[in-house]
Protein backbone atom coordinates (compact mmCIF):
# COMPACT_ATOMS: atom_id res chain seq x y z
CA UNK A 1 0.00 0.00 0.00
CA UNK A 2 1.22 2.93 -0.93
CA UNK A 3 0.66 6.37 1.30
CA UNK A 4 1.79 8.39 -0.86
CA UNK A 5 -1.11 7.64 -3.37
CA UNK A 6 -4.02 7.36 -0.31
CA UNK A 7 -2.65 11.18 0.03
CA UNK A 8 -3.23 12.33 -3.22
CA UNK A 9 -7.09 10.95 -3.18
CA UNK A 10 -7.59 13.18 -0.44
CA UNK A 11 -5.58 15.70 1.45
CA UNK A 12 -7.27 15.50 4.88
CA UNK A 13 -7.80 11.31 4.69
CA UNK A 14 -5.08 10.02 6.93
CA UNK A 15 -3.68 7.94 4.78
CA UNK A 16 -0.26 7.29 6.63
CA UNK A 17 -2.14 6.74 10.15
CA UNK A 18 -4.20 4.13 8.28
CA UNK A 19 -0.88 2.38 6.69
CA UNK A 20 0.57 2.49 9.91
CA UNK A 21 -2.58 0.71 12.05
CA UNK A 22 -3.56 -1.85 9.26
CA UNK A 23 0.50 -2.64 9.25
CA UNK A 24 0.08 -3.31 12.44
CA UNK A 25 -2.50 -5.70 12.78
CA UNK A 26 -0.98 -7.78 9.37
CA UNK A 27 2.06 -8.08 11.62
CA UNK A 28 -0.14 -9.11 15.00
CA UNK A 29 -2.39 -11.47 12.77
CA UNK A 30 0.47 -13.28 10.29
CA UNK A 31 3.38 -12.91 13.03
CA UNK A 32 5.74 -11.26 10.73
CA UNK A 33 8.58 -10.98 13.16
CA UNK A 34 8.71 -14.84 13.19
CA UNK A 35 8.67 -14.58 9.50
CA UNK A 36 11.84 -12.63 9.45
CA UNK A 37 10.34 -9.31 8.61
CA UNK A 38 12.41 -6.48 11.01
CA UNK A 39 9.52 -4.22 13.51
CA UNK A 40 10.08 -1.62 15.68
CA UNK A 41 10.40 -3.93 19.01
CA UNK A 42 10.32 -3.46 22.64
CA UNK A 43 8.92 0.10 23.41
CA UNK A 44 9.12 1.10 26.95
CA UNK A 45 5.68 2.54 28.23
CA UNK A 46 5.21 5.23 31.05
CA UNK A 47 6.51 9.05 31.05
CA UNK A 48 9.95 10.00 31.58
CA UNK A 49 10.83 11.50 34.71
CA UNK A 50 12.08 14.88 34.99
CA UNK A 51 16.06 14.97 35.89
CA UNK A 52 18.63 17.69 35.85
CA UNK A 53 21.71 16.30 34.25
CA UNK A 54 24.98 16.41 35.91
CA UNK A 55 27.54 14.69 33.71
CA UNK A 56 31.28 14.92 34.43
CA UNK A 57 33.03 18.16 33.26
CA UNK A 58 35.47 16.05 31.01
CA UNK A 59 32.50 14.69 29.43
CA UNK A 60 31.05 17.76 28.41
CA UNK A 61 34.03 19.00 26.96
CA UNK A 62 34.09 15.97 25.05
CA UNK A 63 30.49 16.47 23.81
CA UNK A 64 31.23 20.21 23.02
CA UNK A 65 33.03 19.58 19.16
CA UNK A 66 29.52 17.16 18.61
CA UNK A 67 27.12 19.57 20.38
CA UNK A 68 28.18 22.47 18.16
CA UNK A 69 27.39 20.27 14.99
CA UNK A 70 23.96 19.35 16.44
CA UNK A 71 23.23 22.63 17.22
CA UNK A 72 23.95 24.32 13.90
CA UNK A 73 22.46 21.30 12.00
CA UNK A 74 19.08 21.41 13.73
CA UNK A 75 19.16 24.91 13.20
CA UNK A 76 19.51 25.29 9.81
CA UNK A 77 17.16 22.51 9.23
CA UNK A 78 14.35 23.80 10.84
CA UNK A 79 14.54 27.11 9.33
CA UNK A 80 14.79 25.78 6.23
CA UNK A 81 11.77 23.73 6.72
CA UNK A 82 10.08 26.85 7.89
CA UNK A 83 10.41 28.77 5.13
CA UNK A 84 10.03 25.86 3.24
CA UNK A 85 6.51 25.85 4.48
CA UNK A 86 5.62 29.56 5.34
CA UNK A 87 6.79 30.49 1.45
CA UNK A 88 3.86 28.02 0.10
CA UNK A 89 1.42 30.17 1.91
CA UNK A 90 3.10 33.41 1.73
CA UNK A 91 3.86 33.59 4.87
CA UNK A 92 6.94 34.92 7.41
CA UNK A 93 9.07 33.84 10.18
CA UNK A 94 10.75 34.86 12.63
CA UNK A 95 14.29 33.01 13.26
CA UNK A 96 14.98 34.21 16.95
CA UNK A 97 11.27 33.10 17.81
CA UNK A 98 12.15 29.53 15.77
CA UNK A 99 15.37 29.75 17.80
CA UNK A 100 13.79 30.26 21.03
CA UNK A 101 11.48 27.43 20.49
CA UNK A 102 14.11 25.44 19.43
CA UNK A 103 16.34 26.05 22.63
CA UNK A 104 13.33 25.52 25.02
CA UNK A 105 12.31 22.48 23.69
CA UNK A 106 15.71 21.19 23.53
CA UNK A 107 16.25 21.99 27.44
CA UNK A 108 12.65 20.33 27.97
CA UNK A 109 14.31 17.25 25.98
CA UNK A 110 17.35 17.47 28.09
CA UNK A 111 15.77 17.60 31.28
CA UNK A 112 13.51 14.42 30.28
CA UNK A 113 16.62 12.19 29.41
CA UNK A 114 15.42 12.83 25.51
CA UNK A 115 17.54 13.53 22.32
CA UNK A 116 17.88 17.59 21.03
CA UNK A 117 15.36 18.34 19.03
CA UNK A 118 13.49 20.59 15.99
CA UNK A 119 11.41 21.08 13.29
CA UNK A 120 11.62 17.94 11.56
CA UNK A 121 10.75 17.82 7.78
CA UNK A 122 9.09 14.33 7.68
CA UNK A 123 6.86 14.90 10.25
CA UNK A 124 6.36 18.89 9.20
CA UNK A 125 5.74 17.01 5.57
CA UNK A 126 3.07 14.27 7.20
CA UNK A 127 1.20 17.33 9.07
CA UNK A 128 1.12 19.53 6.00
CA UNK A 129 -0.23 16.72 3.97
CA UNK A 130 -2.60 16.25 6.04
CA UNK A 131 -4.17 19.71 6.14
CA UNK A 132 -2.89 20.76 9.80
CA UNK A 133 -2.93 24.02 9.71
CA UNK A 134 -2.62 25.28 13.68
CA UNK A 135 -0.80 24.74 16.87
CA UNK A 136 -3.51 22.43 17.36
CA UNK A 137 -1.77 19.55 15.41
CA UNK A 138 1.10 20.09 17.92
CA UNK A 139 -1.04 19.63 20.88
CA UNK A 140 -3.37 17.02 19.22
CA UNK A 141 0.14 15.23 18.93
CA UNK A 142 1.78 15.91 22.06
CA UNK A 143 -1.75 14.16 23.61
CA UNK A 144 -1.13 10.90 21.29
CA UNK A 145 2.36 10.52 21.98
CA UNK A 146 1.34 10.76 26.28
CA UNK A 147 -1.32 8.14 25.51
CA UNK A 148 0.30 5.82 22.86
CA UNK A 149 3.16 5.78 25.55
CA UNK A 150 0.87 5.15 28.60
CA UNK A 151 -1.06 2.64 26.34
CA UNK A 152 -0.17 1.51 23.58
CA UNK A 153 3.49 0.48 23.29
CA UNK A 154 2.45 -3.01 23.17
CA UNK A 155 0.53 -2.65 19.51
CA UNK A 156 3.68 0.11 18.26
CA UNK A 157 5.97 -2.70 18.60
CA UNK A 158 4.52 -5.07 16.21
CA UNK A 159 4.88 -2.20 13.34
CA UNK A 160 7.23 -3.70 10.62
CA UNK A 161 9.96 -1.15 9.98
CA UNK A 162 9.60 -0.93 6.25
CA UNK A 163 6.21 0.60 6.50
CA UNK A 164 7.68 3.50 9.21
CA UNK A 165 10.73 3.81 6.81
CA UNK A 166 7.86 4.56 3.60
CA UNK A 167 5.81 7.16 5.87
CA UNK A 168 8.79 8.98 6.33
CA UNK A 169 10.27 8.83 3.11
CA UNK A 170 6.87 9.22 1.55
CA UNK A 171 6.41 12.24 3.34
CA UNK A 172 10.21 13.47 2.37
CA UNK A 173 9.34 13.39 -0.87
CA UNK A 174 6.80 16.33 -1.07
CA UNK A 175 9.95 18.22 -0.13
CA UNK A 176 11.23 18.40 -3.54
CA UNK A 177 10.52 20.53 -5.66
CA UNK A 178 11.13 19.89 -9.19
CA UNK A 179 9.72 23.26 -10.13
CA UNK A 180 12.01 25.16 -7.92
CA UNK A 181 14.87 22.98 -9.18
CA UNK A 182 14.22 24.10 -13.11
CA UNK A 183 13.48 27.89 -11.89
CA UNK A 184 16.91 27.53 -10.11
CA UNK A 185 18.64 26.55 -13.37
CA UNK A 186 17.40 28.87 -15.24
CA UNK A 187 17.80 31.68 -13.07
CA UNK A 188 21.85 30.77 -12.13
CA UNK A 189 23.89 27.83 -12.69
CA UNK A 190 26.05 28.50 -10.37
CA UNK A 191 23.19 28.55 -7.33
CA UNK A 192 21.71 25.03 -8.73
CA UNK A 193 25.37 23.81 -8.90
CA UNK A 194 25.92 24.12 -5.20
CA UNK A 195 22.57 22.76 -4.53
CA UNK A 196 23.12 19.81 -6.33
CA UNK A 197 26.67 19.30 -4.13
CA UNK A 198 24.96 19.76 -1.16
CA UNK A 199 22.23 17.09 -1.98
CA UNK A 200 25.30 14.73 -3.26
CA UNK A 201 27.11 15.42 0.19
CA UNK A 202 24.66 14.96 2.28
CA UNK A 203 23.56 11.57 0.57
CA UNK A 204 27.56 10.28 0.15
CA UNK A 205 29.36 12.03 3.32
CA UNK A 206 26.93 12.68 5.95
CA UNK A 207 24.51 15.81 6.74
CA UNK A 208 26.51 17.65 8.46
CA UNK A 209 29.54 17.22 6.60
CA UNK A 210 26.90 18.09 3.32
CA UNK A 211 25.55 21.10 4.86
CA UNK A 212 29.41 22.58 5.84
CA UNK A 213 30.74 22.04 2.35
CA UNK A 214 27.60 23.64 0.38
CA UNK A 215 28.08 26.86 3.18
CA UNK A 216 32.06 26.96 2.15
CA UNK A 217 30.87 26.84 -1.43
CA UNK A 218 28.44 29.20 -0.84
CA UNK A 219 31.09 31.53 1.31
CA UNK A 220 33.31 31.10 -2.25
CA UNK A 221 30.57 32.13 -4.60
CA UNK A 222 29.64 34.93 -2.24
CA UNK A 223 33.30 36.26 -2.96
CA UNK A 224 34.08 35.61 -6.33
CA UNK A 225 30.82 37.39 -7.47
CA UNK A 226 31.95 40.51 -5.11
CA UNK A 227 35.63 40.49 -6.66
CA UNK A 228 34.05 41.01 -9.60
CA UNK A 229 31.18 43.40 -9.08
CA UNK A 230 28.84 44.16 -12.08
CA UNK A 231 29.32 47.73 -13.36
CA UNK A 232 28.19 50.07 -15.59
CA UNK A 233 28.78 53.41 -18.20
CA UNK A 234 25.71 55.45 -17.70
CA UNK A 235 23.48 57.69 -20.12
CA UNK A 236 20.51 59.83 -20.62
CA UNK A 237 17.93 57.50 -21.45
CA UNK A 238 15.01 60.40 -22.47
CA UNK A 239 11.81 57.65 -22.04
CA UNK A 240 12.95 56.68 -18.88
CA UNK A 241 13.74 59.90 -17.62
CA UNK A 242 16.68 58.46 -15.85
CA UNK A 243 20.59 57.36 -16.42
CA UNK A 244 20.79 53.91 -17.54
CA UNK A 245 22.98 51.38 -18.41
CA UNK A 246 24.18 51.91 -22.41
CA UNK A 247 25.00 48.48 -22.97
CA UNK A 248 21.91 47.79 -22.48
CA UNK A 249 19.92 50.62 -23.40
CA UNK A 250 21.35 51.17 -26.59
CA UNK A 251 19.17 55.11 -26.90
CA UNK A 252 20.90 56.48 -23.68
CA UNK A 253 22.91 59.22 -24.77
CA UNK A 254 26.12 60.31 -23.18
CA UNK A 255 27.41 63.66 -22.35
CA UNK A 256 30.19 64.21 -24.79
CA UNK A 257 33.33 65.08 -22.06
CA UNK A 258 31.91 63.32 -19.27
CA UNK A 259 32.26 59.59 -17.99
CA UNK A 260 29.06 58.43 -15.99
CA UNK A 261 30.62 55.30 -13.90
CA UNK A 262 28.34 53.29 -11.37
CA UNK A 263 29.15 50.14 -9.36
CA UNK A 264 26.68 48.03 -8.15
CA UNK A 265 28.45 46.53 -4.82
CA UNK A 266 30.24 47.47 -2.15
CA UNK A 267 34.20 48.65 -2.45
CA UNK A 268 36.21 46.79 -0.23
CA UNK A 269 39.48 44.46 -0.63
CA UNK A 270 38.46 41.64 -2.49
CA UNK A 271 37.18 44.09 -5.40
CA UNK A 272 38.93 47.42 -5.18
CA UNK A 273 41.46 46.93 -7.23
CA UNK A 274 39.76 45.21 -10.07
CA UNK A 275 37.08 48.68 -10.18
CA UNK A 276 39.96 51.25 -10.04
CA UNK A 277 41.04 48.84 -13.53
CA UNK A 278 37.60 49.19 -14.51
CA UNK A 279 37.11 52.49 -14.48
CA UNK A 280 40.77 53.17 -16.27
CA UNK A 281 39.07 50.94 -19.09
CA UNK A 282 35.67 52.97 -19.35
CA UNK A 283 37.84 56.04 -19.73
CA UNK A 284 40.13 54.78 -22.32
CA UNK A 285 37.23 53.41 -24.11
CA UNK A 286 35.08 56.40 -24.20
CA UNK A 287 33.88 57.87 -27.43
CA UNK A 288 35.79 60.84 -26.95
CA UNK A 289 38.24 62.50 -24.30
CA UNK A 290 37.09 62.04 -20.54
CA UNK A 291 37.30 65.66 -19.04
CA UNK A 292 34.83 64.73 -15.80
CA UNK A 293 34.45 61.49 -14.24
CA UNK A 294 31.06 61.20 -12.57
CA UNK A 295 30.91 58.07 -9.58
CA UNK A 296 27.87 57.47 -9.33
CA UNK A 297 27.75 55.85 -5.71
CA UNK A 298 24.13 54.74 -4.96
CA UNK A 299 24.83 51.11 -4.48
CA UNK A 300 27.70 51.57 -2.70
CA UNK A 301 26.84 50.34 0.92
CA UNK A 302 30.12 50.13 2.17
CA UNK A 303 33.83 50.83 1.38
CA UNK A 304 36.49 49.46 3.56
CA UNK A 305 40.45 50.90 3.93
CA UNK A 306 41.38 48.90 0.94
CA UNK A 307 38.70 50.28 -1.26
CA UNK A 308 39.27 54.13 -0.17
CA UNK A 309 42.99 53.25 -0.85
CA UNK A 310 42.06 51.96 -4.35
CA UNK A 311 39.63 55.47 -4.85
CA UNK A 312 42.21 57.73 -3.42
CA UNK A 313 44.93 56.34 -6.50
CA UNK A 314 42.09 56.66 -8.66
CA UNK A 315 41.94 60.62 -7.75
CA UNK A 316 45.75 61.04 -7.74
CA UNK A 317 45.96 59.67 -11.33
CA UNK A 318 42.59 61.68 -12.65
CA UNK A 319 44.60 64.75 -11.25
CA UNK A 320 47.41 63.86 -13.42
CA UNK A 321 45.68 63.25 -16.74
CA UNK A 322 43.61 66.63 -16.28
CA UNK A 323 40.29 64.68 -15.10
CA UNK A 324 37.48 65.88 -12.23
CA UNK A 325 36.31 63.94 -10.41
CA UNK A 326 32.83 63.83 -8.89
CA UNK A 327 30.80 61.67 -6.90
CA UNK A 328 27.00 61.05 -6.97
CA UNK A 329 24.47 59.98 -4.45
CA UNK A 330 26.96 58.30 -2.00
CA UNK A 331 25.18 57.31 1.26
CA UNK A 332 25.79 58.60 4.53
CA UNK A 333 27.79 55.89 6.37
CA UNK A 334 30.32 55.48 3.32
CA UNK A 335 30.41 59.29 3.48
CA UNK A 336 31.55 59.13 6.94
CA UNK A 337 34.33 56.63 5.95
CA UNK A 338 35.45 59.02 2.99
CA UNK A 339 35.56 62.14 5.84
CA UNK A 340 37.50 59.97 7.59
CA UNK A 341 40.06 58.87 5.55
CA UNK A 342 40.77 62.36 4.10
CA UNK A 343 38.79 61.38 0.93
CA UNK A 344 36.19 63.73 0.98
CA UNK A 345 39.06 66.69 1.23
CA UNK A 346 40.95 65.36 -1.68
CA UNK A 347 38.14 64.79 -4.26
CA UNK A 348 36.71 68.73 -2.96
CA UNK A 349 34.08 68.98 -0.65
CA UNK A 350 31.99 70.52 -3.51
CA UNK A 351 32.14 67.82 -5.94
CA UNK A 352 29.88 65.39 -3.98
CA UNK A 353 26.02 65.40 -5.63
CA UNK A 354 22.58 64.34 -4.45
CA UNK A 355 21.70 62.96 -8.18
CA UNK A 356 23.85 61.99 -11.35
CA UNK A 357 22.03 64.82 -13.20
CA UNK A 358 23.30 67.03 -11.02
CA UNK A 359 27.03 65.71 -11.38
CA UNK A 360 26.90 65.94 -15.10
CA UNK A 361 25.37 69.33 -15.37
CA UNK A 362 28.30 70.89 -12.77
CA UNK A 363 30.28 70.03 -15.78
CA UNK A 364 28.68 71.89 -18.09
Same mark, same amino acid.
Given at each position: ???????? /??????????????????????? #?????????????????????????????? $????????????????? @?????????????? @?????????????????????????????? &?????????????????? %???????? #??????????????????????? %?????????? &????????????????????????????????????? #????????????????????????????????????????????????????????? $???????? &??????? &???????? %?????? /????? %???? #????????????????? $???? $???????????? @????????????? /?????
Amino acid at each position: MDPGRLGR /VSRRFPAQLVVVVGSIAVSYAFD #LQAHGVPVVGHVPSGLPSATFPTPPILDVV $KLVPAAVGIFFLTLADQ @ILTARAFAGKRGEH @IDASQELLAMSVASAASGISQGFPIGGSNS &RTAVNDGMGARTQVSGLT %AVGMVILI #LLFLTGPISYLPKTVLGAVIISA %ALGLVELPAW &RALAATDQTEVAIAAVAMGGVILIGVLEGIVLAVGLS #LVDVVRRSARPHDAVLGWDEELGRYADVAVHRRAVQTPGVLVYRLDDRLFFANARYV $KGRIREAI &RGAPWEV &RWLVFDAE %AVTHVD /VSGLE %ALGE #LVGDLHDAGIGLAVARL $KTRP $KQHFDDAGLTDA @IGPDRFYPTVHAA /VDAWA
